[in-house]
């Protein structure tokens, strides 16, 4: 028998009944919290992503303001786009798909984003905030979503032993830390990592964010312990799948699936942040802890 599956949509409609109560109350004010959308060309994945987005945002009452650009968009064009969202006082959250093109120095680009207005953890000023509890800006949404799952499903972090696989700024390095500040005893498990499947077995909670299908198998699961799995690969059958198999996922106590799991909160994550910046931006009115 497999164990409990943690699907994302109940986390996302729970989400959702709290943030149309949290807009409708800033429309009352006058306030539509507004998410800027900048996408360079129409990638599939960015195009999706929007389009889900969109969905939510329009389901919750946000509105969402595109700024779509050619794939041989200059920098400083670039940068003009989000000098106007910075200055723009009706625009609360920005949004922007990457990988950049070739040329496009990401960093620069990420970084000319005010943080108040990022709400996807793309700004150092962000990332510091993650990673010290202080400062501006919000969590990388993926990263954020984890913990929403987590919480959601009562699934106790404190004094916990968790383990991430993976160690990017997207997801794996935010996640740790959002877990430790959830008083977990974080690892963090990558590339020159010996013997990770030991480290996981021992774990409470697993975080799996490589990028590779089927990377951890069933010597990687604790029979006792809960895994969240944030792979999107596709398979060689061309069916979606995760870091993690599902027949191996099953062993658990509790695991997010792949597709619907992760991924469904993303969305209502990032439109909370947006709100929350909304918030932020009226005078007197702090934002929701």
């Known amino acids: 028998m497999g164990g409990v599956i943690l699907y994302g949509k109940n986390v996302a409609d729970a989400m959702e009944n709290e943030l149309r109560d949290d807009a409708a109350a800033l429309a009352r004010r006058g306030v539509t919290p507004t998410l800027a959308i900048i996408r360079i060309g129409e990638r599939g994945g960015d195009m999706a992503y929007e389009r889900g987005a969109m969905k939510r945002c329009d389901l919750i009452g946000v509105n969402v303001r595109r700024f779509v650009l050619p794939p041989d968009v200059l920098e400083s064009e670039l940068l003009g786009v989000t000098d106007k969202i910075n200055r723009d006082d009706e625009i609360h ?28 953890g793309i700004t150092e000023e962000s990332l510091y905030g993650v990673f010290t509890g202080f400062g501006h800006g919000y969590p990388p949404c993926t990263a954020q979503a984890c913990i929403e799952i987590l ?14 696989i993976g160690r990017s700024l997207v997801i794996g390095k935010p996640v740790a830390m959002m877990l430790l500040g959830k008083n ?31 990377l951890a198998d069933a010597r990687f699961i604790n ?40 991924g469904a909160v993303t969305t209502s994550v990032l439109v909370k942040h947006v709100i929350d910046a909304a918030r932020k931006a009226q005078p007197d009115t702090p934002g929701r802890p």
Request: charge should be negative.
């Open 93 to 120: 959250g920005c949004l922007i798909f990457r990988p950049l093109p070739k040329g496009i120095n990401e960093s620069r680009i990420c970084n000319s984003l005010a943080p108040e207005k990022d709400v996807d």
């Open 151 to 164: 919480t959601h499903y009562g699934i106790d972090i404190a004094g916990k032993k968790a383990v991430v």
């Open 223 to 262: 029979p006792g312990g809960v895994v969240i799995d944030v792979g999107v690969n596709v398979d060689d059958n061309g069916h979606i799948c995760g870091d993690v198999r599902k027949e191996d996922a099953e062993r658990a106590k509790a695991y997010s699936p792949v597709p619907g799991g992760v």
């Open 184 to 214: 977990a005893t974080v690892t963090i498990c990558h590339s020159k990592t010996e013997d990770p499947a030991e480290q996981c077995r021992a774990a409470d909670i697993v975080v799996v964010a490589a990028g590779r299908a089927g």
